[in-house]
Every structure is written in C-alpha cells, then in structure tokens.
C-alpha cells in the first residue's frame, strides 16, 4: 500500500480501469502490468533444423500425400460368428473367446481415403495470381470490336448453313411456281371399256316441261309445298299441323 494522498491507496486499484483518471496530455491507461525487461515478446521457434549445412544439402522431395495410420477397431461380427461356430453359447465363453482372439475389422476404400491427409508443399503460394494488364494498343485500334463482329458473323453463317442442311434432311425445300409447274403432270383419262350398244347411255330424248322456266318454277313449288307432306322427300299426303 501507498499513502501519496488522501486516504489509503492499494496497488491492486492500478488494475481497475473504472478507477483510472485520465492525465492531461497523455493516452488512457489499460491497467495492464506488462512483465520485466527480459521477457522476450513473440512465440518460440521450436524447429530444430540442421541450419546451413542441413539447406546446402540435397533432400527428397517432401510427398504431397501422406497417410495417417490410424489403429484398427476390433471386429465383433467376424469374433461372435467364430464363437458360435467353435460351438460357445454362455456369455462366459464369449468373453474367454474375444480374450483369446482377436480379429481387426478391415480397411475398406473409403476409410482409406480418410486417412489419406494432403501435406500443402512449403514452397506452395496462396492467394489470387495477378490480373494481366489491359492492352491499351488493343483498345484504340477496336480489336475487340472487331473480334465480337467476326465471331457474331461466324455465328450467323453457320446458322445458316445448319438451317439449309436441316431443309435438306427434311425435305421441305422451298417451292417456287417454276418448280411445281416443271413438276406438274396432267392426268390422262383411262379409255371406257367395251360395251355392247343396247346397254350404253344416251341423252334423254324426252323433255315434259315447255321451258327451262317452267322446270325451275315446278322445283321451287315442290320445295315450298313438301314441308306440309309426308314423306322422306316430301312426295307423300297433306299431314295435320302439329303444336
């Protein structure tokens, strides 16, 4: 303890900052107690390397791969179906037997791809390669431009081309008037068979109507009147009138 001033002053309140006061000119306190002068600040290298000589010297290279052997665990599958088959069947004996034996469950590919760890080299780097810089003679004289319509140009030919193709594979090729007139066959009326002259038809030599008028005026009445006859054609007698 310490009495520079009023009251009783304990070292231990230096370690309170709600009790600090800040000075005039000068940062805050933490009221951390920082060690002697010969404390070394940093971790310690604990590598042990045989120095120059040991860099001087040729080394294999160091694998980027190494695997990891872990203990294998015991298999009680393969142990219970040996002490059944050895004719035990009290736990009593079972325990004797897994004492006595001991079977090792086996390794398959996915456990050995566990415990294969990838060992980063020393000499790897990390991080992000740099960005090339940007050509600027490229940028004045429009290459890019230029290369953007030589590929869209590209594009499109061969769109076209893949179009004719697929017309030619289908077989819709575009027809002109030309193409189906070159095309066009007129059709050629077979000859009629024999036949004898008493069963050939002629034209009617009867005509019971005066006049092409009088026939079209006839039709017309017919097609008003049978709608109150009977009949599938009208040809029948007069039927009631129906509600």
Known sequence: MSEGRLGIYRDSMNENPLLMKSELGRPLKRCFTLPNGNFIYGRPNLTLDGGAAEAMTTREPIPIHRRIEKPRQRDFIALNRGAVLSGLVSSKEHSQYRATNDVRRRVT??????????????????????????????????????????????????????????????????????????????SVEDPPLWQMPRFRQSAAHLETFRSPEKRMAAFKHHQTDATSRTGVFGHGIYEAAKS
């Not at 890019?144 to 319509?149: C, F, K, N």
């Not at 140009?153 to 594979?169: D, G, M, N, P, W």
């Open 109 to 186: 590919e996915e456990d050995k791809m566990k415990i294969l760890t990838r060992r980063i080299p020393p000499d790897m780097t990390f991080g992000i390669s740099t960005r090339p810089s940007t050509p600027v003679f490229d940028l004045l004289e429009h290459k890019y431009q230029d290369r953007w319509l030589t590929a869209r140009r590209e594009a499109e030919l061969a769109r076209r081309a893949r179009t004719v193709q697929q017309k030619k594979i289908d077989g819709r090729i575009y027809e002109t008037r030309a193409s189906f007139l070159r095309r066009y066959q007129p």
